[in-house]
């Protein structure tokens, strides 16, 4: 551990909301701002009172109803317009009405956006910026300035950068942050310019990276191995075209890989928890390849890596991944050898030690039915299905005849179709056939299926298929090609998630196994006995 602390500042709400597909509304921003003070940051920036009026309203409700244990507030906004006073202008007056503690100030550090973008001259911007900085610290506020296309300004004309800087100095603002705005820069130049920054100005360095690289994360962390003691980002790397830096990965590799103290709480290993919490809000699926939190960030699936994670799991992880509050996991495929059986077996709760013939069986039916078009890396329930079937433990909970399909449609009407299916099956000692109607085939035989079960196993209905996925295997072949579903599966109780994988000649066939296959897990999961 150094003694070296870096205040971390979020902008989820505000630029990371400007991603494609995102719409915050103001409660979304009422239940992310608790996730964010609980993950530890030190200032969530609110958004842009007076110019938003979603914003404006958010604050308001924030003053009242919102109590945050480390984090404060921040409201971003520009400089007083050219040819005004900054006590005049009413976009200055919405960042005071807002009563946030902090305001960040967005402001022009490129002479050409300045000359080009506000049409203003060179030293009006600059009398800008410090008039505004230092009306704002007058009412009793902190100012952090956000030095807009900083790098590519510093590029081409770094004495006017630095002069900017400096009027936000003189203004008295509390942090300079180097936005790195067009998210152009790679790590060895964001290291250069901001070493040659703090050498010559006083206040302190703050970095704030885009993404359009691909090297945000390592922008960040090149900033701060510079000098600056300020960090920028979004949970989930959230923000207009490519993102912003990745917050989380940003403050993990700070503590984790440099000792830093980041995080006012230990809000670390609550960060995998958190960054699905606020994936669930924003309504935008979670990235399983995230760094640290991803489902996948710590899943192995060769068998090679299996055999010697069974020895020593650090042998092939570059950090516990309770640290950030994720979990390894093992996948199963066809490059699984006995370990990753094994290993796989004990996460599901099940003892396979020198069980050596059972694992064998395991091993090569896995083989086979990946070579068939299965696949069990995104389908642990049907993973556990088919080895309790192994095991000899699979529960009976009803007994198929026959189910069929049939969907009508009229020619060059394609909103009259209809689609019907009837299933026939034994349970709890009768005999149920039942009728199913759907917006199409699949949808259709879910129901007569659930229709069947329910007065059986009323546990159904709480169970949600919540995702469909489907795959044309060997596309070569045409209609005739192999086709793969995947479906997934939610507890509307509990929120309990699983996936269950089917394949057949047809989707339809396909989709049968996987909704079998996932009403029986979730039976399974729910202790419910066959009746």
């Not at 699926?285 to 299996?306: D, M």
Request: with cysteine.
């Amino acid at each position: 551990m150094t003694d070296l602390t870096v205040e971390v500042y979020d902008t989820t709400l505000r630029d990371g909301a400007q991603q494609e597909g995102m719409n915050l509304s103001v409660a979304d921003k009422m239940a992310i701002a608790p996730l964010l003070d609980e993950l530890g940051v030190g200032v969530i920036e609110g958004g842009w009172p007076g110019a938003v009026p979603k914003d404006t309203e958010f604050f308001a409700l924030a003053a009242k109803e919102l109590t945050f244990r480390n984090a404060q507030l921040a409201a971003f906004g520009m400089t007083r317009k050219a040819g005004s006073t900054a006590a005049a202008d009413p976009q200055v007056r919405a960042l005071l009405d807002s009563e946030a503690p902090i305001i960040t100030l967005v402001c022009k550090s490129d002479i050409r956006h300045a000359e080009r973008a506000l049409r203003v001259e060179a030293d009006e911007n600059l009398r800008m910026i410090e008039e505004t900085v230092a009306f704002l610290v007058g009412e009793g506020r902190r100012v952090i300035m956000d030095a807009e296309h900083f790098f590519d300004g510093y590029e081409f004309d770094a004495d006017y950068s630095l002069r900017a800087l400096q009027a936000g100095v003189s203004g008295g603002a509390s942090t300079l942050c180097l936005c790195d705005t067009n998210g152009g820069m790679l790590p060895d130049d964001v290291a250069r310019i901001v070493a040659q920054v703090a050498a010559q100005v006083s206040a302190p360095l703050g970095m704030h990276a885009h993404n359009d690289s691909g090297c945000a994360v390592a922008n960040s962390m090149a900033a701060v191995a510079a000098g600056a003691t300020h960090v920028q980002g979004c949970v989930n790397g959230y923000g207009e075209r490519t993102g912003n830096a990745d917050l989380i990965a940003i403050v993990a590799n700070l503590e984790l890989k440099r000792g830093v103290s980041a995080l006012k709480a230990d809000g670390l290993a609550e960060s995998t928890r958190i960054s699905h919490a606020v994936a669930e809000i924003t309504n935008i699926a979670p990235f399983a390849r995230q760094p640290y939190v991803g489902a996948s960030a710590f899943a192995h699936k060769a068998g090679l890596h299996a055999s010697a994670i069974r020895v020593d799991p650090d042998l092939y992880q570059h950090l516990d991944p309770a640290l950030v509050g994720n979990d390894m996991r093992m996948l199963v495929s066809e490059m699984a050898g006995r370990a990753s059986i094994e290993l796989k077996g004990k996460e599901l709760g099940f003892d396979l030690a020198g069980q050596n013939e059972l694992l064998g069986r395991v091993t090569e039916r896995v083989k086979h039915a990946e070579a068939a078009g299965y696949t069990f890396d995104a389908a642990d329930a049907s993973f556990e299905l088919l080895l309790r079937s192994e095991l000899g433990e699979s529960p009976a909970y009803w007994d198929v005849e026959t189910w069929r399909v049939r969907v009508s449609s009229k020619p060059g009407d394609p909103t009259d179709a209809d689609a019907e299916a009837i299933v026939k099956l034994r349970t709890n000692g009768s005999r149920y056939v039942t009728v199913g109607e759907g917006n199409g085939p699949v949808n259709a035989l879910d129901h007569a299926l659930r229709t069947a079960l329910t007065g059986a196993y009323p546990e159904i209905e709480d169970f949600e298929l919540t995702d469909f996925k489907v795959r044309i295997m060997e596309a070569s072949h045409g209609t005739d090609a192999t086709t793969r579903v995947l479906i997934t599966t939610v507890h509307r109780e509990t929120g309990e998630t699983w996936r269950t994988v089917g394949v057949g000649p047809n989707i339809i066939e396909a989709s049968w196994e996987a909704l079998a296959d996932s009403l029986v897990y979730g039976l399974l999961k729910a202790d419910v006995a066959p009746r």
